[in-house]
Protein backbone atom coordinates (compact mmCIF):
# COMPACT_ATOMS: atom_id res chain seq x y z
CA UNK A 1 0.00 0.00 0.00
CA UNK A 2 1.60 3.27 -1.27
CA UNK A 3 2.44 5.99 1.51
CA UNK A 4 0.97 9.45 0.76
CA UNK A 5 2.19 12.79 2.43
CA UNK A 6 -0.97 13.92 2.84
CA UNK A 7 -0.38 15.39 6.23
CA UNK A 8 2.78 17.21 7.53
CA UNK A 9 5.28 15.48 9.71
CA UNK A 10 5.44 17.30 13.12
CA UNK A 11 8.47 16.12 15.65
CA UNK A 12 7.58 14.81 19.29
CA UNK A 13 8.72 18.04 21.06
CA UNK A 14 9.42 15.55 23.94
CA UNK A 15 12.18 14.12 21.94
CA UNK A 16 15.31 15.88 23.17
CA UNK A 17 14.19 15.80 26.16
CA UNK A 18 14.19 11.66 26.27
CA UNK A 19 17.13 11.79 24.42
CA UNK A 20 20.36 9.71 26.29
CA UNK A 21 22.77 11.87 27.44
CA UNK A 22 25.66 10.73 25.07
CA UNK A 23 23.56 11.18 21.97
CA UNK A 24 22.27 14.64 22.84
CA UNK A 25 25.72 15.58 23.79
CA UNK A 26 27.32 14.09 21.07
CA UNK A 27 24.87 16.58 18.89
CA UNK A 28 25.80 19.30 20.54
CA UNK A 29 29.57 19.72 19.85
CA UNK A 30 28.96 19.82 15.92
CA UNK A 31 26.66 23.05 16.58
CA UNK A 32 28.40 26.51 15.52
CA UNK A 33 28.82 28.74 18.26
CA UNK A 34 26.07 31.01 17.44
CA UNK A 35 23.43 28.03 18.09
CA UNK A 36 25.17 27.38 21.56
CA UNK A 37 25.40 30.76 22.67
CA UNK A 38 21.13 30.25 21.76
CA UNK A 39 20.91 27.12 23.57
CA UNK A 40 22.75 28.56 26.76
CA UNK A 41 18.94 29.90 27.40
CA UNK A 42 16.87 27.14 26.78
CA UNK A 43 16.85 24.80 29.44
CA UNK A 44 19.07 24.51 33.12
CA UNK A 45 20.25 21.38 31.58
CA UNK A 46 21.34 22.34 28.42
CA UNK A 47 22.88 25.80 30.08
CA UNK A 48 24.89 23.33 32.64
CA UNK A 49 26.04 21.32 29.80
CA UNK A 50 26.91 24.09 27.65
CA UNK A 51 29.32 25.52 30.24
CA UNK A 52 30.79 22.34 31.64
CA UNK A 53 34.50 21.25 30.68
CA UNK A 54 33.57 17.98 29.01
CA UNK A 55 31.69 20.58 26.26
CA UNK A 56 33.65 22.68 26.31
CA UNK A 57 36.91 20.78 25.49
CA UNK A 58 34.84 18.73 22.34
CA UNK A 59 33.75 21.47 20.89
CA UNK A 60 36.74 23.28 19.03
CA UNK A 61 37.92 19.64 17.86
CA UNK A 62 34.38 19.80 15.56
CA UNK A 63 34.81 23.24 13.79
CA UNK A 64 37.34 23.15 10.63
CA UNK A 65 38.14 25.94 9.61
CA UNK A 66 37.41 27.85 12.93
CA UNK A 67 34.49 30.41 13.51
CA UNK A 68 35.75 33.41 13.45
CA UNK A 69 33.78 36.37 14.89
CA UNK A 70 34.42 40.04 14.06
CA UNK A 71 33.20 42.54 16.39
CA UNK A 72 32.39 46.10 15.24
CA UNK A 73 31.69 49.12 17.31
CA UNK A 74 30.64 52.54 16.08
CA UNK A 75 29.96 55.98 17.53
CA UNK A 76 25.82 55.14 16.97
CA UNK A 77 25.79 51.44 18.16
CA UNK A 78 22.72 50.73 20.39
CA UNK A 79 23.21 51.33 24.39
CA UNK A 80 22.92 47.62 25.14
CA UNK A 81 24.70 45.45 22.23
CA UNK A 82 27.30 45.49 19.80
CA UNK A 83 26.96 43.71 16.60
CA UNK A 84 29.15 40.44 15.36
CA UNK A 85 30.04 39.30 12.13
CA UNK A 86 30.11 35.47 11.88
CA UNK A 87 32.61 34.52 8.85
CA UNK A 88 31.46 31.08 8.33
CA UNK A 89 27.54 31.77 8.08
CA UNK A 90 27.91 35.47 6.41
CA UNK A 91 25.99 37.21 8.60
CA UNK A 92 26.16 39.73 11.84
CA UNK A 93 24.10 38.42 14.76
CA UNK A 94 23.31 41.37 17.90
CA UNK A 95 25.22 40.78 20.78
CA UNK A 96 24.08 41.74 24.43
CA UNK A 97 27.14 43.90 26.43
CA UNK A 98 26.20 41.28 28.77
CA UNK A 99 28.81 38.65 27.13
CA UNK A 100 31.43 41.19 28.28
CA UNK A 101 31.05 43.26 31.27
CA UNK A 102 28.66 41.98 34.52
CA UNK A 103 27.72 45.79 34.52
CA UNK A 104 25.21 46.33 31.88
CA UNK A 105 25.65 50.25 31.31
CA UNK A 106 24.24 52.51 28.36
CA UNK A 107 27.48 54.53 28.34
CA UNK A 108 31.11 54.56 28.83
CA UNK A 109 31.54 50.55 27.37
CA UNK A 110 34.54 50.48 25.05
CA UNK A 111 36.43 47.52 23.70
CA UNK A 112 40.12 48.01 23.82
CA UNK A 113 41.78 44.89 22.24
CA UNK A 114 41.20 41.65 21.87
CA UNK A 115 42.72 38.63 21.12
CA UNK A 116 41.94 34.80 21.00
CA UNK A 117 38.41 34.15 22.70
CA UNK A 118 39.37 37.12 25.18
CA UNK A 119 37.93 41.07 24.85
CA UNK A 120 39.47 43.81 27.18
CA UNK A 121 37.11 46.38 27.80
CA UNK A 122 36.96 49.90 29.75
CA UNK A 123 33.84 50.76 31.45
CA UNK A 124 33.47 53.69 33.27
CA UNK A 125 30.45 52.55 35.49
CA UNK A 126 33.60 51.04 37.44
CA UNK A 127 34.55 53.78 40.12
CA UNK A 128 38.26 53.07 39.65
CA UNK A 129 37.43 52.47 35.53
CA UNK A 130 39.33 49.17 35.78
CA UNK A 131 39.72 46.74 32.77
CA UNK A 132 37.31 44.48 32.76
CA UNK A 133 38.21 40.95 30.61
CA UNK A 134 35.75 38.83 29.34
CA UNK A 135 35.13 35.71 27.01
CA UNK A 136 31.53 36.34 25.60
CA UNK A 137 30.99 32.95 24.60
CA UNK A 138 31.29 31.33 28.39
CA UNK A 139 30.37 34.52 29.98
CA UNK A 140 33.46 34.33 32.41
CA UNK A 141 34.65 38.04 33.32
CA UNK A 142 37.68 39.23 35.23
CA UNK A 143 38.13 43.03 36.81
CA UNK A 144 41.52 43.70 36.79
CA UNK A 145 43.62 45.11 39.52
CA UNK A 146 43.47 48.90 39.26
CA UNK A 147 46.79 49.88 36.96
CA UNK A 148 49.94 51.81 38.07
CA UNK A 149 49.99 55.47 37.87
CA UNK A 150 48.91 56.33 34.16
CA UNK A 151 46.52 58.68 32.86
CA UNK A 152 44.28 57.97 29.57
CA UNK A 153 44.67 57.93 26.95
CA UNK A 154 46.54 54.44 26.07
CA UNK A 155 46.44 52.34 23.59
CA UNK A 156 46.00 48.67 24.63
CA UNK A 157 47.16 44.88 23.39
CA UNK A 158 46.66 41.76 24.57
CA UNK A 159 48.14 38.27 23.67
CA UNK A 160 47.27 35.06 24.83
CA UNK A 161 49.54 32.25 26.33
CA UNK A 162 48.13 28.99 25.75
CA UNK A 163 50.48 26.73 26.85
CA UNK A 164 49.51 28.62 30.73
CA UNK A 165 45.84 28.98 29.47
CA UNK A 166 46.54 32.68 30.25
CA UNK A 167 46.85 35.91 28.76
CA UNK A 168 49.04 39.13 28.92
CA UNK A 169 47.79 42.86 28.41
CA UNK A 170 49.97 45.62 27.62
CA UNK A 171 49.01 49.59 28.44
CA UNK A 172 51.27 52.14 26.58
CA UNK A 173 51.16 55.88 26.90
CA UNK A 174 53.14 57.95 24.20
CA UNK A 175 54.52 61.57 24.01
CA UNK A 176 58.60 62.21 25.01
CA UNK A 177 58.55 59.10 26.08
CA UNK A 178 56.77 55.72 25.70
CA UNK A 179 55.76 54.22 29.24
CA UNK A 180 54.10 50.82 29.60
CA UNK A 181 52.78 48.44 31.86
CA UNK A 182 52.08 44.96 31.48
CA UNK A 183 49.30 42.77 32.97
CA UNK A 184 49.91 38.64 33.83
CA UNK A 185 46.30 37.05 34.02
CA UNK A 186 48.63 34.09 36.42
CA UNK A 187 49.98 36.68 38.55
CA UNK A 188 47.00 39.07 38.83
CA UNK A 189 49.29 42.24 38.95
CA UNK A 190 50.67 45.14 36.94
CA UNK A 191 54.12 46.00 36.48
CA UNK A 192 55.77 48.96 35.08
CA UNK A 193 58.25 48.10 32.29
CA UNK A 194 61.49 49.66 30.61
CA UNK A 195 60.61 52.93 28.57
CA UNK A 196 61.49 53.68 25.19
CA UNK A 197 63.22 56.53 25.32
CA UNK A 198 62.04 58.70 22.21
CA UNK A 199 59.28 61.00 21.30
CA UNK A 200 56.66 58.56 19.73
CA UNK A 201 53.29 59.06 19.09
CA UNK A 202 51.57 55.86 18.51
CA UNK A 203 48.58 54.68 16.42
CA UNK A 204 45.45 52.74 17.81
CA UNK A 205 45.80 48.84 18.59
CA UNK A 206 48.46 46.47 18.91
CA UNK A 207 48.83 43.19 16.55
CA UNK A 208 50.90 39.77 18.09
CA UNK A 209 52.19 37.57 15.78
CA UNK A 210 55.21 35.17 17.60
CA UNK A 211 55.32 36.27 21.07
CA UNK A 212 55.78 40.42 19.57
CA UNK A 213 53.00 42.93 19.92
CA UNK A 214 53.38 45.16 17.18
CA UNK A 215 52.36 49.21 16.89
CA UNK A 216 52.35 51.58 14.43
CA UNK A 217 54.20 54.89 15.13
CA UNK A 218 53.64 58.32 13.07
CA UNK A 219 55.54 61.57 12.20
CA UNK A 220 57.29 59.55 11.33
CA UNK A 221 55.30 56.68 10.35
CA UNK A 222 56.92 53.35 11.82
CA UNK A 223 56.92 50.18 13.67
CA UNK A 224 57.75 49.21 16.79
CA UNK A 225 57.33 46.35 18.86
CA UNK A 226 56.84 45.05 22.28
CA UNK A 227 58.61 41.63 23.49
CA UNK A 228 56.14 39.96 25.89
CA UNK A 229 58.73 37.26 27.62
CA UNK A 230 61.31 40.18 27.63
CA UNK A 231 59.03 42.95 28.91
CA UNK A 232 60.60 45.38 26.44
CA UNK A 233 60.13 47.63 23.45
CA UNK A 234 62.24 47.74 20.23
CA UNK A 235 62.27 50.50 17.45
CA UNK A 236 62.56 48.59 14.24
CA UNK A 237 63.30 50.81 11.48
CA UNK A 238 61.54 49.37 8.99
CA UNK A 239 61.14 51.23 5.51
CA UNK A 240 57.21 52.61 5.29
CA UNK A 241 55.91 53.15 2.11
CA UNK A 242 55.08 57.35 1.34
CA UNK A 243 51.93 59.17 2.05
CA UNK A 244 50.15 56.70 2.70
CA UNK A 245 46.46 56.99 4.29
CA UNK A 246 45.09 54.85 7.46
CA UNK A 247 47.37 52.64 8.32
CA UNK A 248 46.61 49.14 10.21
CA UNK A 249 48.95 46.30 10.88
CA UNK A 250 47.27 42.58 11.06
CA UNK A 251 48.61 38.74 10.96
CA UNK A 252 48.58 35.86 8.29
CA UNK A 253 50.75 32.53 8.84
CA UNK A 254 52.73 34.25 11.40
CA UNK A 255 53.52 37.25 8.92
CA UNK A 256 53.06 40.65 9.50
CA UNK A 257 51.13 42.74 7.34
CA UNK A 258 51.02 46.99 6.73
CA UNK A 259 47.50 47.92 5.25
CA UNK A 260 46.47 51.46 3.76
CA UNK A 261 45.68 53.55 1.21
CA UNK A 262 48.12 55.37 -0.97
CA UNK A 263 47.70 59.12 -1.58
CA UNK A 264 48.05 61.26 -5.10
CA UNK A 265 47.95 65.17 -4.56
CA UNK A 266 46.52 64.98 -1.61
CA UNK A 267 43.78 62.67 -2.13
CA UNK A 268 43.29 58.42 -1.40
CA UNK A 269 44.25 56.96 -4.55
CA UNK A 270 44.31 53.18 -3.70
CA UNK A 271 44.12 50.66 -1.06
CA UNK A 272 47.05 47.87 -0.66
CA UNK A 273 48.35 45.18 1.26
CA UNK A 274 52.13 45.03 2.09
CA UNK A 275 54.24 41.75 3.98
CA UNK A 276 56.80 43.56 6.89
CA UNK A 277 60.03 41.90 5.86
CA UNK A 278 61.25 42.17 9.58
CA UNK A 279 64.86 40.89 8.43
CA UNK A 280 65.13 43.07 5.20
CA UNK A 281 63.48 45.79 6.91
CA UNK A 282 61.02 46.51 3.84
CA UNK A 283 57.83 46.71 2.70
CA UNK A 284 57.12 43.68 -0.13
CA UNK A 285 53.58 44.68 -1.92
CA UNK A 286 51.26 42.11 -2.28
CA UNK A 287 47.77 42.93 -3.19
CA UNK A 288 45.56 46.01 -4.07
CA UNK A 289 41.72 46.72 -3.36
CA UNK A 290 40.45 45.90 -7.33
CA UNK A 291 39.73 49.80 -8.70
CA UNK A 292 35.64 49.27 -8.56
CA UNK A 293 35.36 48.05 -5.41
CA UNK A 294 37.97 50.78 -4.17
CA UNK A 295 35.27 53.35 -6.00
CA UNK A 296 32.39 52.36 -4.59
CA UNK A 297 34.11 51.84 -0.87
CA UNK A 298 35.29 55.41 -0.70
CA UNK A 299 32.95 57.46 -2.74
CA UNK A 300 30.44 57.18 0.10
CA UNK A 301 32.49 59.03 2.39
CA UNK A 302 34.41 61.28 0.01
CA UNK A 303 37.45 60.05 0.72
CA UNK A 304 37.53 59.78 4.09
CA UNK A 305 39.45 57.07 6.17
CA UNK A 306 38.70 53.37 6.42
CA UNK A 307 39.40 51.05 9.34
CA UNK A 308 40.47 47.18 8.88
CA UNK A 309 41.13 44.26 11.08
CA UNK A 310 42.51 40.67 10.33
CA UNK A 311 42.36 37.39 11.44
CA UNK A 312 42.64 33.86 10.36
CA UNK A 313 43.44 34.74 6.72
CA UNK A 314 40.47 37.01 6.51
CA UNK A 315 40.35 41.13 6.93
CA UNK A 316 37.62 43.47 6.67
CA UNK A 317 37.50 46.79 5.89
CA UNK A 318 34.99 49.18 7.02
CA UNK A 319 34.52 53.14 5.92
CA UNK A 320 33.15 55.75 7.97
CA UNK A 321 29.96 55.99 6.27
CA UNK A 322 26.95 55.75 7.79
CA UNK A 323 25.52 53.16 7.80
CA UNK A 324 28.97 51.67 7.59
CA UNK A 325 29.95 49.45 4.39
CA UNK A 326 32.09 47.02 4.83
CA UNK A 327 34.08 44.82 2.60
CA UNK A 328 36.27 40.91 2.92
CA UNK A 329 39.34 39.74 1.55
CA UNK A 330 40.37 36.63 1.68
CA UNK A 331 43.90 35.88 1.53
CA UNK A 332 43.48 32.03 1.04
CA UNK A 333 41.10 32.25 -1.93
CA UNK A 334 42.51 35.97 -2.67
CA UNK A 335 38.66 36.78 -3.29
CA UNK A 336 36.87 39.83 -1.99
CA UNK A 337 33.56 40.54 -1.39
CA UNK A 338 30.72 42.73 -0.16
CA UNK A 339 29.07 42.46 3.67
CA UNK A 340 25.93 42.40 4.21
CA UNK A 341 24.73 45.84 6.28
CA UNK A 342 25.15 45.67 9.65
CA UNK A 343 21.56 45.52 11.47
CA UNK A 344 22.83 48.15 14.03
CA UNK A 345 22.79 50.80 11.50
CA UNK A 346 19.45 49.51 9.96
CA UNK A 347 17.18 52.42 11.27
CA UNK A 348 19.94 55.45 10.60
CA UNK A 349 20.19 58.10 8.62
CA UNK A 350 22.39 57.17 5.76
CA UNK A 351 25.03 60.34 5.33
CA UNK A 352 28.11 61.34 3.29
CA UNK A 353 29.29 63.36 5.95
CA UNK A 354 33.04 63.59 6.64
CA UNK A 355 32.41 64.04 10.21
CA UNK A 356 31.51 59.87 10.44
CA UNK A 357 33.99 57.97 12.06
CA UNK A 358 35.32 54.35 10.65
CA UNK A 359 33.86 51.72 13.30
CA UNK A 360 36.00 49.96 15.21
CA UNK A 361 36.66 46.39 15.27
CA UNK A 362 37.87 43.58 17.08
CA UNK A 363 38.31 39.71 15.98
CA UNK A 364 37.51 36.61 18.10
CA UNK A 365 37.91 33.15 17.89
CA UNK A 366 35.16 31.57 19.83
CA UNK A 367 36.13 28.87 22.48
CA UNK A 368 34.28 27.78 25.31
CA UNK A 369 37.07 26.47 27.27
CA UNK A 370 38.73 29.22 28.40
CA UNK A 371 38.29 31.19 30.87
CA UNK A 372 39.23 34.78 31.87
Known amino acids: ?9 TMDPQLWSNLPNHIL ?9 WSVLRLQ ?14 FSSKWPMKRSPPDILF ?15 NSSLNKWHIISLSHFSPMETSHGFQILASAGSFVCTEDIAWPDRSLIVSNPMNRSYRKLPPMLDMSSPYVVGMIVDSDRLGYRIVVAQDGESLISQYYDSKCDSWQMNVTLNRKVAMLAGMTSVRGLLFC ?37 NGDLLLIGGLEEYGQLASIRIWKLDLLRKECIEIEEMPDHLFQSFMWTVNGEQFSCIGEGGLICFSNGSMPPMSLMYNMRDQKWGWLPPCPLHEHSPKTHSRNSSSPLGFPIKPCFAMRA
Not at 1 to 9: E, K
Not at 77 to 82: A, P
Not at 217 to 246: C, H, K
Request: proline fraction near 7%.
Open 1 to 9: MPIHDSAPF
Open 25 to 33: EHVLVFLPF
Open 41 to 54: IVSKKWRQYLKSKC
Open 71 to 85: IMVTDCWQSKSVAGY
Open 216 to 252: LSFWPLGLIAYNVEATSWEDLQVRMPTSISSPHVVQY
